[in-house]
């Protein structure tokens, strides 16, 4: 018998390591943000921690999933930036790479993100002039369209997306702050299941509607999680092992 009340929805999970728990060996994981701007560290360290093996990481940055390569989770690389701005800083993917333990697809950045918003729209692949005379083009079919050359680039489907918010609610409702929004909420939609971490968590309703940049419907699971330390972003000297919170 029906009681009349509509159930209660609650995405929020008590913790980063509860919040990855389901990926699986193999996944493709779309990793949101720039750099450290809009980084669920949180949740890729829970991510390293579990040592699932396999996966194929698609960010903006090595300084996003260098975590996920210390703990030997990543088969694959996707990504616009194989090094850093700062030619001194070490380049977590350099050894790993010459030593063949993952395989590195460099492309532009613009071609990434429009690969996420077609996998989002159900688009198959799409024609693209960005790369063209360049190795971003070998392997790939081209096409002229007037005078123009254009290489096929396929959709970028994931299976789980982490990201970063600045304030969410129980039903998965986010709101981002300043440059965090940049990519995270192209990776929420091109996720089959995508997990937030946010620093406020706020009643339902709470959120003004014309704020909300990522619906709640394409957000699986939420959870707070307290900013890390600067030098987990910045230093590259935390480890995955005998780190301090």
């Not at 940055?61 to 030997?72: D, K, N, W």
């Not at 619906?215 to 000297?237: C, M, N, Q, R, S």
Request: glycine share 10%; hydrophobic share 40%; net charge positive.
């Amino acid at each position: 018998m029906s009681t009349g009340k509509s159930p209660v929805v609650s995405k929020i999970v008590a913790s980063p390591s509860e919040a990855v728990a389901d990926i699986f060996d193999g996944a493709v994981i779309g990793i949101g943000g720039f750099g450290a701007a809009g980084t669920p560290y949180r949740l890729v360290l829970a991510l390293a921690e579990r040592k699932v093996k396999g996966l194929t990481v698609v960010a903006t940055s090595p300084r996003q999933f260098e975590f996920l390569i210390q703990s030997g989770s990543v088969q694959k690389a996707i990504t616009p930036f194989a090094r850093y701005a700062d030619p001194s800083a070490p380049n977590p993917l350099l050894e790993p790479y010459l030593k063949g333990e993952f395989e590195v697809e460099i492309l532009p950045l613009g071609n990434l993100i429009e690969r996420l918003r077609a996998a989002a729209a159900g688009i198959p692949a799409f024609y693209c002039p960005v790369g063209v005379g360049t190795i971003v083009e070998e392997g790939k079919e081209k096409k002229t369209f007037g005078t123009r050359e254009c290489i096929l680039e396929h959709a970028l489907p994931l299976d789980f997306a982490l990201i970063k918010g600045h304030k969410g609610d129980r039903l998965g409702n986010l709101v981002y702050r300043m440059t965090a929004r940049c990519h995270n909420p192209v990776m929420a939609i091109a996720a089959r299941v995508t997990i937030a971490e946010v620093d406020k968590m706020v009643e339902a309703g709470e959120l003004d509607p014309e704020a909300i940049v990522t619906p709640g419907i394409f957000v699986h699971k939420v959870v707070k999680a307290e900013k890390p330390p600067l030098d987990w972003v910045y230093k590259g000297t935390v480890k995955t092992k005998g780190r301090k919170t």
